[in-house]
């Protein structure tokens, strides 16, 4: 008998045959048997049908060069019913799988707060672990992800331990086979290239479209292992309630088990430590959290984060002496022990050193927002703390605009520091490092609208080496890459052999002449479309951008506003 693969459309070729029928709305628009065509393929398109059942004879392949293990016909293939035997060995599994070396990668004492202080909860957690990879096709699948992208599995292990010990916190049904859609969530990332899993940075528009499809492609593994009921667990744990996440948008399925793993999904990935970037403490993730609160299940939030037991700073909470605190600092190096200011006596303390006194629950949250986040910025870099500011920096990226980075952080900074400097309120050295530190940030942002490559045309901009390093002509190019206009950048003292073979790279718009002096007429001449403008009345209108009603830029007016006027000339 042949067999039967579901497959996303996308993965499906002219001449392949269908193994079932296919019916939108109850209409049958395809039988059983027919060979796939093009055109039968854009009416599945048009449909919007993401998967079809095919007749195969070979294993589908994973991106490149890995090749996803072929599932034994004699694997047993689990049910609601399936019984876990608690008594199988840990030595069973992969000698190369050590749990408890795992749990010292996933740095449990500062991310689990209080979770994991039972010895009865690691045990349970391991027997578990091992009784679910006794089943072939989930260990091979494990180990594969294991093999293609080391982060996405620890992050697998990790939602598998704190969403199942919160699914039995909150006593759900079926936990034991919950707990095997919590591990197995991200299984569609081994067909999501490589390179985008490790990418450093932000995604692309394109890639973040690649990445998305590792819900439908976990789907469809779902299916193909017996888990077809935990299918939407795979498929919808980036959906959001307010409609923001993906595939959908708009999620067919939603239970508690998911919303449970939507808030987990988070909590995992960005309070763990990155080759590219810090983790965040596990406080400020709570504080990202309830930021987007209305993204997610904001009562389930909320016992999460008494289930942790790490709580946010400003976060309004029941002493066990009846009082209520407010959370007011959290503690890196021991974040179940932050500093409580009682409301009714306005009394500071520390809830480890107090130890009479415990939190017993939050009762709300009270985020910070734009306005505040950016003081506590701009204070931080002020007094030169850049290692404090780059977590701050974490709680405010996803809240601008890409315009917004530059005329409300990097110019007003840049002011501050320099008016501490012109004080002798911050030393050469700090305002360097702060500098440095800002420029880097900018640099960040021009590669991300790089990689992105939305220009709609190209400019020649030739510039004074002195002004080249200025930190205001980063902000320049910031602006003009956000504009989506290609910044060519040559030397003002460029002969015109090097200038005229630069015109013949691409059809340029325009040319921009930064300049402290007057430029070469002669030069202009034969430069398309060109403008001069001078250095500091760039500076000016840059510092102008600043304010709640001033961000917009535009390259081509701020050029017709400010050019100096050129005399004609004749030959």
Same mark, same amino acid.
């Given at each position: 008998?042949?067999?039967?693969?579901?497959? =996303?459309?996308?993965?499906?070729?002219?001449?392949?045959?269908?193994?079932?029928?296919?019916?939108? %709305?109850?209409?049958?628009?395809?039988?059983?048997?027919?060979?796939?065509?093009?055109?039968?393929?854009?009416?599945?398109?048009?449909?919007?049908?993401?998967?079809?059942?095919?007749? @195969?004879?070979?294993?589908?392949?994973?991106?490149?060069?890995?090749?996803?293990?072929?599932?034994?016909?004699?694997?047993?293939?689990?049910?609601?019913?399936?019984?876990?035997?608690?008594?199988?060995?840990?030595?069973?599994?992969?000698?190369?799988?050590?749990?408890?070396?795992?749990?010292?990668?996933?740095?449990?004492?500062?991310?689990?707060?209080?979770? =994991?202080?039972?010895?009865?909860?690691?045990?349970?957690?391991?027997?578990?672990?091992?009784?679910?990879?006794?089943?072939?096709?989930?260990?091979?699948?494990?180990?594969?992800?294991?093999?293609?992208?080391?982060?996405?599995?620890?992050?697998?292990?990790?939602?598998?331990?704190?969403?199942?010990?919160?699914?039995?916190?909150?006593?759900?049904?079926?936990?034991?086979?919950?707990?095997?859609? @919590?591990?197995?969530?991200?299984?569609?990332?081994?067909?999501?290239?490589?390179?985008?899993?490790?990418?450093?940075?932000?995604?692309?528009?394109?890639?973040?479209?690649?990445?998305?499809?590792?819900?439908?492609?976990?789907?469809?593994?779902?299916?193909?292992?017996?888990?077809?009921? /935990?299918?939407?667990?795979?498929?919808?744990?980036?959906?959001?309630?307010?409609?923001?996440?993906?595939?959908?948008?708009?999620?067919?399925?939603?239970?508690?088990?998911?919303?449970?793993?939507?808030?987990?999904?988070?909590?995992?990935?960005?309070?763990?430590?990155?080759?590219?970037?810090?983790?965040?403490?596990?406080?400020?993730?709570?504080?990202?959290?309830?930021?987007?609160?209305?993204?997610?299940?904001?009562?389930?939030?909320?016992?999460?984060?008494?289930?942790?037991?790490?709580?946010?700073?400003?976060?309004?909470?029941?002493?066990?002496?009846?009082?209520?605190?407010?959370?007011?600092?959290? %503690?890196?190096?021991?974040?179940?022990?932050?500093?409580?200011?009682?409301?009714?006596?306005?009394?500071?303390?520390?809830?480890?050193?107090?130890?009479?006194?415990?939190?017993?629950? &939050?009762?709300?949250?009270?985020?910070?927002?734009?306005?505040?986040?950016?003081?506590?910025?701009? %204070?931080?870099?002020?007094?030169?703390?850049?290692?404090?500011? $780059?977590?701050?920096?974490?709680?405010?990226?996803?809240?601008?605009?890409?315009?917004?980075?530059?005329? $409300?952080?990097?110019?007003?900074?840049?002011?501050? /520091?320099?008016?501490?400097?012109?004080?002798?309120?911050?030393?050469?050295?700090?305002?360097?490092?702060?500098?440095?530190?800002?420029?880097?940030?900018?640099?960040?942002?021009? $590669?991300?609208?790089?990689?992105?490559?939305? @220009?709609?045309?190209?400019?020649?901009? =030739?510039?004074?080496?002195?002004?080249?390093?200025?930190?205001?002509?980063?902000?320049?190019?910031?602006?003009?890459?956000?504009?989506?206009?290609?910044?060519?950048? &040559?030397?003002?003292?460029?002969?015109?052999?090097?200038?005229?073979?630069?015109?013949?790279?691409?059809?340029?718009?325009?040319?921009?002449?930064?300049?402290?002096?007057?430029?070469?007429?002669? /030069?202009?001449?034969?430069?398309?479309?060109?403008?001069?403008?001078?250095?500091?009345?760039?500076?000016?209108?840059?510092?102008?951008?600043?304010?709640?009603?001033? %961000?917009?830029?535009?390259?081509?007016? =701020?050029?017709?506003? /400010?050019?100096?006027?050129?005399?004609?000339?004749?030959?």
């Amino acid at each position: 008998m042949p067999k039967i693969e579901q497959l =996303l459309l996308q993965d499906i070729v002219p001449g392949d045959v269908l193994a079932d029928d296919v019916y939108v %709305n109850s209409q049958l628009i395809m039988t059983k048997g027919s060979p796939i065509t093009e055109k039968a393929i854009d009416l599945l398109k048009r449909k919007r049908v993401h998967f079809v059942s095919i007749y @195969y004879t070979e294993q589908v392949m994973a991106p490149t060069d890995l090749s996803l293990p072929e599932i034994e016909p004699n694997s047993p293939q689990p049910t609601e019913s399936l019984t876990f035997n608690f008594a199988t060995s840990s030595e069973e599994l992969d000698e190369s799988f050590d749990y408890y070396e795992i749990l010292a990668e996933l740095d449990i004492e500062i991310r689990y707060g209080d979770i =994991l202080k039972d010895e009865k909860n690691i045990d349970y957690l391991h027997k578990l672990l091992t009784s679910i990879l006794s089943n072939n096709a989930y260990k091979n699948y494990l180990m594969q992800l294991k093999k293609w992208d080391y982060h996405s599995y620890l992050h697998s292990i990790d939602a598998y331990i704190i969403g199942t010990l919160f699914a039995r916190h909150l006593n759900l049904n079926n936990i034991e086979r919950l707990a095997i859609g @919590y591990l197995l969530h991200d299984i569609g990332k081994l067909k999501t290239p490589r390179a985008i899993l490790a990418k450093p940075g932000r995604l692309t528009a394109q890639e973040f479209e690649e990445m998305k499809l590792h819900t439908l492609h976990g789907e469809a593994i779902f299916n193909q292992i017996g888990l077809s009921d /935990l299918a939407y667990i795979a498929k919808s744990h980036h959906e959001r309630r307010n409609g923001e996440g993906y595939p959908e948008s708009v999620p067919t399925v939603y239970t508690t088990e998911l919303e449970l793993l939507q808030i987990i999904d988070v909590y995992s990935a960005t309070t763990m430590k990155r080759t590219y970037r810090d983790a965040m403490r596990a406080a400020d993730a709570f504080s990202l959290l309830y930021r987007d609160e209305e993204k997610f299940n904001d009562s389930l939030l909320t016992l999460f984060v008494d289930f942790i037991g790490i709580y946010p700073e400003n976060s309004i909470v029941l002493l066990s002496d009846g009082f209520h605190g407010i959370v007011e600092k959290s %503690n890196a190096q021991f974040p179940t022990s932050p500093r409580v200011k009682c409301m009714e006596t306005n009394i500071s303390f520390h809830i480890s050193i107090n130890n009479d006194i415990s939190i017993m629950k &939050m009762i709300s949250h009270q985020s910070e927002d734009k306005t505040a986040l950016l003081n506590t910025f701009y %204070n931080e870099l002020a007094s030169a703390n850049v290692e404090s500011a $780059k977590k701050t920096y974490l709680k405010i990226v996803d809240n601008f605009k890409v315009i917004e980075y530059f005329t $409300k952080i990097f110019i007003p900074v840049y002011q501050i /520091l320099n008016l501490l400097h012109m004080q002798k309120a911050i030393s050469d050295k700090k305002h360097a490092e702060v500098i440095d530190y800002m420029k880097e940030l900018m640099q960040q942002k021009i $590669k991300e609208q790089l990689e992105n490559n939305l @220009y709609k045309e190209d400019v020649l901009i =030739l510039v004074d080496d002195q002004f080249k390093k200025d930190y205001f002509f980063t902000v320049f190019l910031g602006l003009i890459h956000n504009d989506r206009v290609m910044p060519h950048i &040559m030397p003002l003292n460029a002969s015109l052999d090097m200038i005229l073979n630069k015109l013949d790279t691409a059809d340029f718009t325009t040319t921009c002449v930064i300049s402290s002096t007057n430029t070469d007429i002669l /030069l202009l001449s034969y430069l398309p479309n060109m403008y001069e403008v001078p250095k500091n009345k760039i500076e000016n209108y840059l510092i102008g951008l600043i304010g709640d009603n001033k %961000n917009v830029f535009n390259f081509h007016y =701020l050029l017709e506003d /400010l050019a100096v006027e050129q005399p004609n000339v004749f030959f």
